[in-house]
Antibody, heavy 118, light 113 residues
Framework: EVRLVESGGGLVKPGGSLRLSCTASGFTFSLYTLNWVRQAPGKGLEWVSSISSSSRYVYYADSVKGRFTISRDNAKNSLYLQMNSLRADDTAVYYC???????????WGQGTLVTVSS | DIVMTQSPDSLAVSLGERATFNCKSSQSVLYSSNNQNCLAWYQQKPGQPPKLLVYWASTRESGVPDRFSGSGSGTDFTLTISSLQAEDVAVYYCQEYYSTLRTFGQGTKVEIK
């Protein structure tokens, strides 16, 4: 069974930093592109970032470019999102999602809540 | 960047009736290598993560009831629920995976009339 478990969310002040983690199991982690998707309270889904299986290709939404960094450790079956210079509009549930062979999102974690507030 | 626009924003349908909602992309999402459209549909119920329903615009994910069907090509796509059930109350999102930015539509909320 494929499992994606996010952690690391919490309350942080504007301008602060936070590192999210996503621990995977049930599949060969090193073969798949992984993504972060967020959802602000009461709002829709927003793709945030993706990283290819070997970390060669990384992509970011314009809203987070230059502030967020995606990374992965294939030896630890883990995906990360380093979030710096956080703003109130970064407040959201952050989901980890695994690509299928092509670019749709076949599996999702349960999400972790990030709240940016003073 | 590709912009995905869904309509309507919300929809109320009686139990057992058909529900149809649309997704329009600002440019074609047809993948020339396999002549398939890079368009997926997700269902999200309150308090839950999204669930994949349809990919390649019309291929149902394993385990998804056959009352869900996707159609369309190029820039215009439709998700149809042939006979609405109570458990189908949710927000439905389309997503393009033609580009690296994987843009979602804003969602259509489906309720019972």
């Amino acid at each position: 069974e494929v499992r994606l478990v996010e952690s690391g969310g919490g309350l942080v002040k504007p301008g602060g930093s936070l590192r999210l983690s996503c621990t995977a199991s049930g599949f060969t982690f090193s073969l798949y592109t992984l993504n972060w998707v967020r959802q602000a309270p009461g709002k829709g889904l927003e793709w945030v970032s993706s990283i290819s299986s070997s970390s060669r290709y990384v992509y970011y939404a314009d809203s987070v470019k230059g502030r967020f960094t995606i990374s992965r450790d294939n030896a630890k079956n883990s995906l990360y999102l380093q979030m710096n210079s956080l703003r109130a509009d970064d407040t959201a549930v952050y989901y980890c999602a695994r690509d299928a062979t092509y670019g749709y999102f076949e599996y999702w974690g349960q999400g972790t809540l990030v709240t940016v507030s003073s | 960047d590709i912009v995905m626009t869904q309509s309507p924003d919300s929809l109320a349908v009686s139990l057992g009736e058909r529900a149809t909602f649309n997704c329009k992309s600002s440019q074609s999402v047809l993948y020339s290598s396999n002549n398939q459209n890079c368009l997926a549909w997700y269902q999200q119920k309150p308090g839950q993560p999204p669930k994949l329903l349809v990919y390649w615009a019309s291929t149902r994910e394993s385990g998804v009831p056959d009352r869900f069907s996707g159609s369309g090509s190029g820039t215009d796509f439709t998700l149809t629920i042939s006979s609405l059930q109570a458990e189908d109350v949710a927000v439905y999102y389309c997503q393009e995976y033609y580009s690296t930015l994987r843009t979602f539509g804003q969602g259509t909320k489906v309720e019972i009339k």
